[in-house]
Each structure stands twice: as structure tokens, then as C-alpha cells.
């Protein structure tokens, strides 16, 4: 199988000598091609009933790296867990128009942000209106900058319980469908974000040069207010279980996973995508490699971002005292938290297959005493 670590390792040298990357580019660009390789060092694995022995290599840990998601994916996962409700949940996605993507792109710590203000408080205010709801809601949000084809869409998703905790402490439930009216939401987000871009500082270059000049950058608002923001729902989601394995394939998922790429020849890189426009059809897209790399590396995020935030009764100061009323009030389960260890969850997930030895079958792969263990330039 083709990975991205092979197309960075085989092309990456080439197309950083014709192309400049940022600090933080720079440093997903070299954890994801050294991810465990030798570069990193590693250590022995012996197995415990025959003299087979491997070398097993460290991984780069970066969030944009394919292999490097499961076990964080899982463990953030299961610390969620703790704060779901018995009760439906709400998919709600709010994106931007397509000519400030590259505005966005220029500025992103700050415009990331603005993203994030603006959904979180659209989506509260309107959610505390007595005219919708009455109460507070409970978001988490997730920031993805990428579409199928890895060209640059940011974009929010937010899980959202259906009720809220209102002023005098009680539960108030919503309707089967999304509360809020879409042309609604769109509107005050449209609002909210477009106040928040006007007062912000930023920083206009190359393509985007011209909004330097105050009369061009006051027909780009005035064009930006007279659009229709694209905020749409999804089908709601029945019930917890549902809502965790969506979160599972949402939260730290990265540009492309390593199973979409499909063949490296040629120069060129062929991956699957789901065309959307198109019926959700699933098709290949075939690109040069230095394009396919271009396209990873516009989704590498701002050194400290984080892309995944909550609010409302899940905002993290006293979520805990919150969340223990909205159980009571919603009949879920209290039970106490125990985190795994890493080991404990990557035995659940190979099953059979963990620590077990390719040579004999029968034995374990047990990690080597200290004394043998290689080094960073092993």
C-alpha cells in the first residue's frame, strides 16, 4: 500500500528545494517522513519462545501524520464518553464562502478563530432564544480545512445534544428535527463572523494584495454580506454509541488517510474521493505528486491550534458539575471514568494479532532489555 511517508520520502526533497514551507510545514513534513524510521530510534521487540527479534521504530506523534491518529483517536474518545447524554444528537456543519478561503489561508491563527467564535455563538444565542429552545446548549466543534479532492474548504462540524440545560436548572428537550432554522443560523453566523473579520488585523499578500487598498477591501465585505452562507444538518444521530463512532472517524482525522491512495507512478499519485456535487459517488482523481503535496501541506495546522472545542454545558470550566446534573436529568448512566493505558487499547484493537510473533505464531514480542535497545543513529 502506498502512504503518504512513501510519496513524502521518494518526492519530498525535490519539491522543498522549489517551494518554501512555513516552520511548522517544515516540521510535519519531517516527522511524517521519518515516522518510524531509524531517524527517530526505536527499540528491540524479542519474541518470548523462539530467537526471532525486530526493531521496532518511533513514531513522530505529529497530528498530521496517517499513522500516528489511532491510539490518540481512541483515547480521546473514550474521555468523551463521560459526557454523553441519553438523548439524540444534532449534526450541524457551518462553512464559508469560497473566496475567503484565501484570505483564511493567510491568516489562519486568526481567522480560525473568528471561525470558531462565530459558530460557538450563533449557535448559543440562538439555542438560549426562548422563541427555539430556552436553554443551553452543548457543543463540540471541529475545525477541517480540507474536501475530498484536498483542496483547502475550512469548515466547522458540531455535535450538538438535543435539549439544553435551562436557567432553573432543568432539561429542556428539542424538536425530533434541528430546532433552529437553517436560513436562520446562516444569517446570524453570516452577522457574527463578517463583525468579528472587520474588526480583526490581518495580513493581505499575493493574490489578496489589492484588499490592501480600503475601497477594494469595503466591495469585498459588501460582496461577502450579499452571499448565502452555506450552514446545513445532517440526519440526527439516534442515539451515544452513534455519536462516538462519528466523532471516531471526525476528530483527528487528517487531510488523506493512507487507504485512499491508490498508486504512485509516474510522478504522479491516483487517490479515491467521494465527489458530493455528483451523488456521492465515489471516484479517482489522479494528480502530479508536487500537487498532491501542495494540497497536504495546506492542511498543516498553526503550531498550538486547537481544532477541537467545546461550549455551552460542555465549555470546560465546571463541565463536570453540569454534566452530572444533565445525567440526572436525562436518565444516562453515571458511572466512574478509568482511562486506559495505550497498550490496553492497541491490545483491543489488533486483538489476536498483538505482540504476536510472524516467525513461530505462538509467541509474544516482548520489548528487549535496555542494553540492547538502539539508538537515535542506530
Known sequence: MIEVQDIFQEYGNRYRQSNNLSSVQAKAFEAITNCRTSVLGGHINSCDKCDFQEIAYNSCRNRHCPKCQTIKKEQWIENQEQYLLNVPYFHVVFTIPNNLNQVMYQNQSVMYKILFKAVSKTLLELGYDKKYLGAKLGITAVLHTWGQNLLYHPHIHCI?????????????????????PVKVLSKMFRGKFMAYFKEAELNFYGEMEDLNIHSNLCAFISNLHQKNWMVYCKPPFENATKVIKYLGRYTHR????NNRILKLEDGKVTFKWRDYKDENKVKEMTIPVNEFIRRFILHVLPSGFHKIRHYGILAPKGK?????ICKKLTNTTIKPFEPRKPLEILRDILGDKFNKCPECGVGKLLRAPPDLETDKAA
Not at 487528517?254 to 488517510?257: M, P
Not at 463536570?320 to 452530572?324: C, F, L, M, P, Y
Open 160 to 180: 450538538i445534544p438535543s435539549g439544553g440545560l435551562t436557567d432553573n436548572g432543568k432539561w429542556c428537550n428539542t424538536r425530533k428535527k434541528f430546532f433552529i
Open 254 to 257: 487528517v487531510a488523506i488517510s
Open 320 to 324: 463536570s458539575d453540569r454534566i452530572t
